[in-house]
């Protein structure tokens, strides 16, 4: 079972999804981490690792369906099984998720469908919600939105800032992502009509 990451920025959750592929707790390899930053951490992360890189950037190409297709036929190529998007900072466009959809998911730090988009630590905080969490779902095109696969939930805390809310968020995601990808390459999740089953006997 073959997985690409597409990541932007530090990677603490393709870090995680890596060591658990490498150590056996998931069935699956990483084959390639693409990421429109070459300058980003989680590069860094990836040449430790020993992963393949695709890093671009964005401004090299003529439109955002240029370079999709490029990495799409990167992807083909590979025989990728499941791309995760992991910290991966730009809306995608049919090219990636008409032959991806259902092979193609995204985590999130919130409870969807509150607080897609950026800074959803704070928008929590904002809102005054006592519990937020953590969102694994598939990716339809959309800002955070797609059929949801997989939630955990973290209080607020009285005395809770962005920082300290977001880092006990980010402790659940590097354990929700690892879980629900072995989940996925052990093919017990089940998407059908937008609703998601989890088949875990
Ligand atoms: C995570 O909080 C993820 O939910 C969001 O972007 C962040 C990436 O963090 N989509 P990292 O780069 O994995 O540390």
């Known amino acids: 079972f073959k997985i690409a990451v597409m990541a932007s920025g530090s990677g603490s959750n393709f870090q995680k999804l890596a ?9 699956a390899a990483i084959e390639l981490l693409v990421c429109d930053k070459p300058s980003a951490k989680v590069v860094e992360r990836a040449e430790s690792l020993g992963i393949d890189t695709f890093a671009f950037n964005p401004k090299d190409y003529p439109s955002r369906e240029a370079y999709e297709q490029e990495i799409l036929n990167k992807l083909l190529e590979l025989g990728i099984d499941l791309i995760v998007m992991a910290g991966y900072m730009r ?24 607080f897609p988009g950026l ?13 937020t969490g953590v969102t694994v779902h598939y990716v339809d095109g959309g800002m955070d939105t797609g059929p949801i696969i997989a939630q955990r939930a973290v209080e607020v805390l009285g005395d809770d800032t962005e920082d300290t809310l977001y880092a006990r ?19 017990k999740v089940l998407l059908e009509d937008r609703k998601v089953t989890i088949h875990n006997s």
Do not use: F
């Open 19 to 27: 060591e658990a592929a490498r150590d056996g707790r998931i069935p």
């Open 91 to 114: 809306l995608i466009t049919p090219v990636l998720v008409e032959p991806y959809y259902g092979k193609l998911i995204n985590i999130h730090p919130s409870l969807l469908p509150s």
């Open 119 to 131: 800074h959803a630590a704070r928008q929590a905080l904002a809102a005054g919600v006592k519990v």
């Open 169 to 187: 968020i980010q402790a659940e995601e590097h354990v929700l992502l690892p879980d629900t990808v072995r989940l996925i390459a052990e093919g």
